[in-house]
């Protein structure tokens, strides 16, 4: 069943390994006339259910010209409560209608009674909640009859009972699951510096061949008592030790299909723009590297 | 001297999954800080209350801005400081029952016709009700309009006992008060102008039968004559309560302009 999920991904337009942007709906019009050279764009498929209305006309217009990536955010793949079927259908026909190239969800979970949190909430790393997220991940897969990546999260507390490193959870839950990973290098940055953990043993337990994607985004600080705090509000540009991150992770492994996130505080087209080209310079050196290495 | 002195707390974890996600997500509504209960599953390196209340205060502001994303109106109208604390309030009482945001606030109207503070303030509700319908037209299903071969199809004769389908985005609002005025002139920041609360009432009909949404100003008939099409009424019974209600109402007129503009998107025998 695994092998036939991952080779199951023979969409129309795939993602290629070039810097892309998450489409937000202030920008719609400037792309559509514009046609900036962007590799591909990602959207939340949960900001896409409605019945109708301009938001599916806009996004049917610009996956004309565009890759398209649906990153979840609302199947809440850690939650003890089972996963809600009528938004899986929902996700699926999305799937069936946009083709998407990737498709992706968080190690998270947003629903703990019937109402909805609406933001990432951080897991327990045990053997149990592993095997809780496994059987959610294949639900998903086996609905939409595709992979999924997951994504690391960002966060803020741990809890006590936690007895798994997160890198080996994630990397875990990937491989029982046949999923891929999507690496948010600026989410490895925030939850390291959060808990002091290593950036370093963290990247090193990634194996990089199951990476289909890679996210970055802008952080803020926030003061804690004299103790600084990474809130990952996807509100600026992505830091320096982050884009440091980021160049060396694709100079050891190469390219892949990279994100930028700008969520929140969203920024003139022109800016979003800007970090794309960033991002893709970073690519193209990766791809020379490579290229030299061959030659 | 310690600044504060912290709870010595158990090393252990007593809670199973689910009710650790419960316990969490009742703190996340709370205003009160979390029961020690909870955090005794924290890892304690003397700010878990303050890791805590980033998850609380995310949940809030985040919720809170898809709120006003919602109802701008009402944002411009009370003020942006009384908006945080009502939309705050609004969150912890009604949580997101939807996994998408996209029409988050369904029971803001009636919320805050139950404030105190704002029972002066009586058109707020019903302003409230409009930007809600706006919304829920603008991600409304598409269907096609009516179109005139659909009409020369059906028999001339008996078009008093046809029925005639209003487009399902069509949201029927009546107010006392000139909340069309009150919403249109709050569009923009730096309106000026005054509006007097005698210039009421107000029937309106919300309506997106293409890519804009449509918020128009109709006579009581031609209100009443939608209100009875959507119930499933008849043409000519839905005429008849129309001119019940004002006698100079025109069906001629009001068809001429808007039979085939979107306002409707069928028209069959039964």
Known sequence: ?295 | MPKRIYKARMNVSVMSLADLQRSFCDALRSPNAPPDTLLDELLDDGLALQRFNVYRNNFIVLNGDALSEMYPVIKRLVGDSAFRLLASAYVRKYPPMERALLVYGKDFPEFLASIPELSTLHYLKDVARLEYAWTVAYHAEDVERLEEHQITALPAEHFELLHLRPHPSMYLLHSEYPVYRIWEVNQSEDSEEVISLDDGPTHLVIIRPGARVETRVVSIGAFTLLQKLGSGETIGDAYIAATRIDPVFNLERFFAQHLFDGTFCSLTEN
């Open chain 1, 1 to 295: 069943m695994q092998e036939a999920l991952t080779t199951h991904s023979s969409v129309s337009a795939p993602v290629p390994p070039r810097a892309g942007a998450g489409l937000k709906s202030q920008h719609y019009q400037t792309i559509i006339d514009q046609q900036p050279d962007i590799g591909w764009f990602e959207v939340h498929p949960e900001n896409y259910m409605g019945k109708g209305g301009p938001p599916l006309r806009y996004l049917e217009r610009i996956r004309r010209d565009y890759p398209l990536s649906l990153h979840s955010v609302g199947t809440s793949l850690g939650s003890y409560l089972p996963l809600d079927q009528n938004h899986l259908k929902n996700l699926k026909q999305l799937v069936d209608r946009f083709e998407p190239g990737l498709v992706s969800e968080h190690l998270s979970w947003s629903h703990g009674y019937e109402w909805y949190t609406h933001d990432l909430m951080p897991l327990v790393y045990t053997e149990e909640t592993l095997q809780l997220i496994v059987d959610h991940i294949n639900q998903v897969q086996e609905t939409l009859q595709r992979q999924i990546l997951i994504e690391n999260p960002s966060s803020y507390l741990q809890f006590k009972k936690s007895e798994i490193p997160e890198q080996i959870f994630y990397v875990e839950a990937a491989k029982r699951s046949g999923a891929g990973l999507l690496l948010d290098i600026n989410n490895v940055f925030v939850s390291c510096r959060n808990h002091g953990w290593s950036i370093e043993e963290y990247l090193d337990a990634v194996p990089a061949e199951l990476v289909g994607e890679i996210h970055l985004a802008g952080h803020s600080i926030q003061d804690l008592e004299g103790q600084s705090l990474r809130i990952d509000d996807h509100g600026s540009t992505v830091c320096p030790e982050v884009w440091e991150l980021y160049r060396n992770y694709v100079e050891a492994y190469g390219a892949a299909p990279t994100l930028i996130e700008w969520d929140s505080n969203i920024p003139q087209f022109t800016e979003l723009y800007r970090e794309v080209r960033f991002a893709e310079a970073y690519l193209q050196s990766a791809h020379e590297c490579i290229r030299d290495v061959i030659s």
